[in-house]
């Protein structure tokens, strides 16, 4: 299927990958040519990072070989696949948040002079590095102070900077604003005039249809194909990658879009009222009802995050006063909240909520457990019949609860943390980002979920990055722009996407 | 629609989230605690004693706690790397014994010195390797290797072992002045050269801040293409070594080598890393710190000898509730930071 003239640079053929009780990849085929950005495509679990990291000897292959440069090769691990020329952004950040900016892009290359490390002139090669990439960050300052994307940022300076005939990006922008990943896809189209090969794994199609040359599709853990971008419409992208007609997922669509309109005149669960925390988000006031969808628009870094932290108790008010069921409360923490009935799914699944060494079962049983006390073990069976049905609601993949979550991809990984609070019967629930980087199967199933939810009266507060998911199912949309909530608005009719990118481009609109 | 803000939207540069939120030096504040704590301690020393202002109060932490500090150099690589070794009191004891026996055997000392120093590095690179193929825990491999070390100097001699070759007494006797008035031994400049060797790798050298890197997180690290497995062997190696010289250290101070001889100083050594800074989940902390650390127990001692109606067992209270100080600093300066 139409390559380019020149010898592919990446020949990956009948690659195996099998981890206990699941083959993660089964005779894939892969080719890199040299000056293309090649999108690797597939649904959560479709063996996307696990293609990777064989390719980047994390893994060891179960079968079939590699050819770099048209030589065999065996790649023994991520040492020897940098010495190879291939450099790679995985799909967490992995860096180390413990040291510098600087040493972080560094690191294993640092400039030296009779084998001491030349401090000034990395700091320095530092910064005019990360400065074509439009980032002005103090180097010497340790990575934890800067936020996710940010980080991201800098392992993507570091492996770029790592002069490389191969390029990988896992899920790069997934953390990024829209600026941001502006500035990495021109950094990467400087890299493809240099020849560089790239492979990029993104879930926004939109980026797939405007960086990527050619893409390959994998669904299950096998090739469905590889093909030019521009020669497949957007539709039968999504087809191939889930399997199943485009139908099925817009008739969730429906769904969602006739839940949306139900009117809120239900008795308000929670009302905030000039609550704020100094440097968090300026003091706002918001009334949830029961059985009402609130969405929180806004960029990243907006406050969005923080704003939920409030209500939820992670992060205390320092004004304003809160009420829940017209009950005045302080929450102090996280118990306070849970205790009426408010629970929480965190952005960060890896650091915030996930235990990779539980079992499935283990992970979505935890928060109903400490609802009920240590004291008060759940009987097993029950425990079973709870995570199976949830396991099937959410189709969880694989379906197994007795797998480490650790072993689950991504999105898997966030399905299992919601599943967690739902069975908590909260009241409100609030989700961050549950959608973020997981892929278009998934992410219907989930906002399905929260319009059947949201019928059957649960509050939620819904933030997220992608406006459409935001106007789709919230009844009420709030708004907030530098830490601060600047409208909110019903989610009649006249109110779309630039509406919204209005209010956020320059404030509240009256 | 609703307009929720009344003011007009500014740009405050203080909440905007594209720049870092707070930013003191952060990594500083354990070790500054540290040695403003040496501070008061010494300044109440000079206030209620009388001759605590002599210089060789100063000097003598180091001779008298020139084994101490050479584990504590090596602990503090191992700690960095976010792991922990049982088993340097034990390797003490083994070296002190073995090298009694050898010299007291007739072996020549310029073999036996190399010798047990080897002996301790390879040690420590068993157990390092164990911790990282075969994934052990480091607690539970060291422990072995703490079983391992002692059982083989009680099986060599459980007594007190007298050693009398020229060398070691020549040595054991050797003063370097410092300045006119105070002189210091042998061992106590070994101990801070080595302090200062460690100091030197941990900051300019590669191998340096991979150990810091694998602290912060062995898998990032892994997938960044550093060496893992030759560091994480390398630092235990380095802690083999460190205590094999400390046990030489005491041998010639002594003059003796004893198969009991070190027991516990595992503890004190992980104990001074802690309060001097070193993070004991890994990835942050100097070197110099737990020279402070090392420095705090003494001046205990120290104060407890002047005092002279005070029992011994306060050094451990005293090191006990200093601890539990520096842990939750820790936790506090840490929280602050993310
Ligand atoms: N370390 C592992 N151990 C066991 N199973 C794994 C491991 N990593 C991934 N898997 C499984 O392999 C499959 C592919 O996962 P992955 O490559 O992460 O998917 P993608 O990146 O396309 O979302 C999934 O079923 C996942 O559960
Ligand atoms: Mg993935």
């Known amino acids: 299927m139409g390559e380019p003239a020149t010898d592919p640079v990446l020949e990956m053929t009948g690659i195996r990958k099998v981890f206990p009780g699941v083959v993660a990849l089964d005779g894939v085929d892969f080719r890199l040519y040299p000056g293309e950005v090649h999108a690797l495509m597939g649904e959560n679990g479709a063996g996307k990072s696990t293609l990777i990291k064989v390719l980047t000897g994390v893994y060891e292959i179960d079968g079939g070989d590699i050819r770099l440069g048209g030589e065999q090769v065996r790649i023994a691990g991520p040492l020897a696949a940098q010495k190879a020329g291939i450099s790679t952004v995985y799909q967490e950040v992995n860096l180390c948040t413990n040291l510098t900016v600087a040493e972080n892009i560094f690191i294993g290359r640092e400039p030296r002079a009779f084998g001491k490390i030349r401090w000034g002139v990395m700091r320095k090669r530092a910064a005019e590095l990360l400065k074509r990439l439009d980032l002005d960050l103090d180097v010497s300052a340790p990575l934890s102070t800067y936020s996710l994307a940010i980080q991201q940022m800098v392992a993507i300076a570091r492996a770029v900077d790592i002069s490389a005939r191969v390029l990988i990006l896992d899920e790069p922008t997934s953390s990024l604003d829209a600026s941001e990943v502006e500035q990495l896809f021109r950094v990467m189209r400087r890299l493809k005039d240099d020849g560089v090969a790239i492979l990029f794994v993104s879930h926004f199609l939109d980026q797939i249809y405007e960086i990527s040359d050619r893409l390959t599709v994998l669904r299950n853990g096998q090739l469905i194909g590889e093909y030019r971008t521009a020669e497949l419409p957007q539709v039968q992208l999504v087809e191939k990658m889930i399997g199943k007609e485009l139908a099925t997922l817009e008739s969730l669509e429906d769904k969602a879009q006739r839940s949306r309109t139900r009117s809120a005149t239900a008795a308000p669960i929670l009302q905030a009222k000039g609550i704020g925390r100094t440097g968090a988000i300026a003091p706002f006031d918001l009334t949830i009802h029961e059985g009402e969808v609130v969405g929180l628009a806004g960029l990243l870094g907006s406050g969005r995050t923080e704003l939920a932290r409030l209500l939820f108790g992670a992060d205390k008010a320092d004004q304003g006063e809160l009420s829940i069921d017209g009950k005045p409360v302080t929450l102090r923490d996280p118990q306070m909240a849970m205790k009426r009935g408010i629970a929480f799914s965190s952005e960060n699944r890896r650091t915030e909520g996930i235990i990779g060494d539980l079992s499935v079962r283990e992970n979505i049983i935890l928060a109903l457990q400490a609802a009920r006390g240590w004291t008060r073990p759940i009987p097993r069976r029950k425990q079973d019949e709870i995570v199976d049905k949830y396991v099937k609601a959410l189709s969880i993949r694989p379906a197994d609860p007795e797998r480490p979550v650790r072993n689950l991809s991504g999105g898997n990984q966030q399905k299992v943390l919601l599943a967690r609070w739902l069975i908590t019967e909260p009241r409100l629930l609030i989700i961050d980002e549950p959608t973020r980087g997981i892929d278009v199967g998934a992410k219907a199933e989930i906002q399905k979920l929260v319009a059947e939810l949201s019928d059957g009266g649960m509050a939620v507060l819904f933030v997220s990055a992608e406006l459409e998911e935001v106007l789709r199912l919230s009844h009420k949309i709030a708004v907030l722009r530098d830490r601060r909530l600047v409208e909110e608005l019903d989610n009649t009719a006249g109110v779309d996407a630039d509406r919204i990118m209005q209010t956020i481009a320059s404030g509240a609109t009256s | ?338």
Not at chain 2, 35 to 62: C, H, I, K, T, W
Not at chain 2, 92 to 108: F, H, K, N, R, Y
Not at chain 2, 120 to 133: D, F
Not at chain 2, 197 to 206: N, S, Y
């Open chain 2, 1 to 338: 629609m609703t307009v929720m803000s009344p003011q007009p939207v500014t740009t405050d540069p203080a909440i905007n989230p594209r720049r870092r939120v707070y930013r003191p030096n952060t990594k500083y504040i354990p070790i500054l605690a540290t040695l403003a704590l040496l501070l008061v301690m010494y300044l109440g020393g000079l206030v209620n004693y009388e001759n605590f202002d002599q210089p060789s109060v100063v000097v003598n932490l180091f001779r008298d706690n020139a084994v101490l500090l050479a584990v504590a150099v090596g602990m503090t690589f191992v700690i960095l790397t976010g792991g922990i070794d049982l088993s340097v009191g034990a390797v003490i004891s083994l070296t002190t014994t073995l090298t009694a026996t050898l010299l007291q055997g007739g072996w020549p000392p310029l073999l036996v010195l190399p010798l047990v120093l080897i002996l301790g590095a390879l040690l420590g690179a068993g157990m390092g390797a164990v911790i990282h193929y075969f994934r052990v825990e480091p607690f539970i491999a060291t422990l072995a290797g703490l079983f391992l070390a002692r059982g083989l100097a009680l099986f060599i001699n459980q007594e007190s072992i007298p050693i009398r070759d020229e060398l070691w007494t020549t040595l054991s006797d050797m003063r370097i002045p410092l300045g006119e008035t105070t002189k210091t031994t042998l061992t106590a400049i070994v101990a801070l050269v080595a302090v200062l060797i460690a100091a030197a790798v941990l900051a300019w050298t590669r191998f340096g801040r991979n150990v810091y890197a694998i602290g912060g997180s062995a898998d990032s690290a892994l997938l960044m293409g550093l060496p893992v497995a030759r560091t994480r062997i390398a630092v235990y190696t380095i802690s083999g070594f460190c205590a094999a010289l400390g046990g030489v250290l005491y041998t010639i101070n002594s003059t003796s080598g004893h198969a009991l001889q070190g027991t516990g100083t595992e503890l004190d050594a992980i104990a001074s890393c802690v309060i001097g800074g070193v993070l004991l989940t890994g990835g942050a902390g100097y070197v110099f710190g737990s020279l402070l650390g090392v420095m705090v127990f003494g001046l205990i001692t120290t104060i407890i000898n002047f005092q002279g109606d005070l029992n011994a067992a306060w050094t451990r209270i005293v090191v006990g509730v200093l601890l539990f100080g520096f842990i939750v600093l820790q936790r506090l300066v840490t929280r602050r930071t993310r």
